[in-house]
């Protein structure tokens, strides 16, 4: 495995990159959404769960 293999993919919102810091260089923005219409409708039907830490409690 080298160290240029993609292990993960994300949708990132402004605030998550914000979060990451400037250390976080890899950021593509997506400028045209065709296509992906029916993938962010399913991603807004899914309930956000709490950090695993908060669920343990």
Sequence with gaps: MTDSRIVA???????????????????FPVEDLSGFEDVL???????????REERRS
């Design 41 to 51: 409708a399913k991603l807004d039907q899914i309930e956000a769960l709490p950090p």
């Design 9 to 27: 993919v994300g949708l990132l919102t402004r605030r998550d990159l914000e979060v990451l810091g400037t250390g976080f260089t890899r950021a």
